[in-house]
């Protein structure tokens, strides 16, 4: 999810956490608690400043160790030690359970986005991404905020956000509905379906959808049940060549490649280099796909120069190559 549902999501859970017992009847442990699980409702996404490095490091690992089992303990334990630390009064045990409980929150909710996180590693380094809830979701925000008012009108914040838990627990089965009635569309409407990629979009009825059969992939939009087609590209396989190896070592065509679930590949050759572009097909936006990744190399297959993340149009992308 966004920064800011997060955000809110901290703060609902340390109303929530006045439901426990101990919490709810001593002060200090119940503020410290609210510290913690806004904290730990952000630190997952502490890798977000590697956007400072390069694109290529920052989408190899957003989303990734900082969202994997392993971490999940450790940051519940650093908050809860450095909130102790200065809140000596508040009851440890509480503290860490309700910081566990904000961390571990963050990272379920967004398996349910299309980006998806790693969270199963070091067992895995699948992307778990179902594609049900988009990054920044209106309704899920402003129950948060009503939560928020209804608490500061007076009333018990720990019912308060229970309530609108549950609430959002039925908006969570009637997207997963939503979706599993578009892949019964879909397999009604393309022949021999493998896989279908799910990328919902802000407004409720209107998804982004890639589907990949045996031949092509398909890019449509699924709204209100109805299967749009859009594009329509042919699936390739990549080519097994001196020149492709290359490219793939290139660290941002390696870092594209270890993200990107559904892509299409192009070679295009020109007087001083060959271009070998990747893109993803889950972000289509106006009409272009903004997530690539391009890679030019010389005639000898040594690379000149590349880059990886999001354009929105070829100008923008030669600015990024120094091309202009």
């Known amino acids: 999810m966004d920064t800011g549902t997060h955000v809110v999501m901290g703060i609902a859970l340390g109303g929530i956490a006045t439901l426990d017992p101990y919490v709810g009847g001593h002060l200090i442990t119940s503020e410290a608690i609210m510290v913690s699980t806004v904290v730990g409702s952000q630190a997952p996404d502490i890798d977000t400043f590697l956007k400072l490095k390069n694109n290529a490091v920052y989408i190899r690992n957003h989303r990734g160790w900082t969202h994997s089992i392993p971490a999940i303990i450790l940051w519940s334990l650093l908050i809860t030690f450095?909130?102790?630390?200065?809140?000596?009064?508040s009851n440890l045990f509480h503290l860490w359970l309700w910081t566990l409980i904000a961390v571990f929150?963050?990272?379920?909710?967004?398996?349910?986005?299309?980006?998806?996180?790693?969270?199963?590693?070091?067992?895995?380094?699948?992307?778990?991404?179902?594609?049900?809830?988009?990054?920044?979701?209106?309704?899920?925000?402003?129950?948060?905020?009503?939560?928020?008012?209804?608490?500061?009108i007076g009333y018990d914040p720990g019912f308060t956000f229970l309530t609108i838990y549950l609430i959002l627990f039925a908006y969570y089965v009637v997207r997963l509905f939503m979706q599993r009635k578009i892949i019964k569309k879909v397999h009604e409407k393309i022949d021999k379906v493998e896989q279908i990629v799910f990328n919902p979009t802000i407004q409720f009825?209107?998804?982004?959808?890639?589907?990949?059969?045996?031949?092509?992939?398909?890019?449509?939009?699924?709204?209100?049940?109805?299967?749009?087609?859009?594009?329509?590209?042919?699936?390739?396989?990549?080519?097994?060549?001196?020149?492709?190896?290359?490219?793939?070592?290139d660290h941002n065509i390696d870092a594209f490649l270890s993200f990107s679930p559904i892509y299409?590949?192009?070679?295009?050759?020109?007087?001083?280099?060959?271009?070998?572009?990747?893109?993803?097909?889950?972000?289509?936006?106006?009409?272009?796909?903004?997530?690539v990744a391009v890679c030019h190399l010389d005639h000898d297959q040594q690379i000149i120069r590349s880059y990886t993340g999001w354009i929105f149009s070829e100008k923008s992308l030669r600015k990024k190559l120094d091309l202009i």
């Open 264 to 291: 299409r590949w192009e070679i295009a050759e020109y007087d001083d280099f060959v271009e070998v572009r990747f893109t993803d097909l889950r972000y289509r936006s106006k009409k272009y796909y903004p997530f």
């Open 105 to 152: 929150l963050h990272v379920f909710v967004d398996i349910f986005n299309g980006y998806g996180t790693q969270a199963l590693r070091p067992f895995s380094k699948k992307w778990l991404a179902l594609g049900t809830i988009n990054t920044f979701d209106p309704f899920i925000f402003i129950m948060h905020i009503v939560g928020i008012i209804i608490w500061m």
């Open 82 to 89: 450095s909130i102790n630390f200065f809140i000596p009064e």
């Open 205 to 249: 009825h209107k998804w982004v959808i890639v589907v990949k059969t045996k031949n092509e992939f398909y890019v449509a939009h699924a709204i209100r049940g109805d299967i749009d087609i859009l594009d329509r590209f042919e699936r390739k396989p990549l080519p097994n060549n001196e020149l492709m190896e290359a490219a793939k070592k």
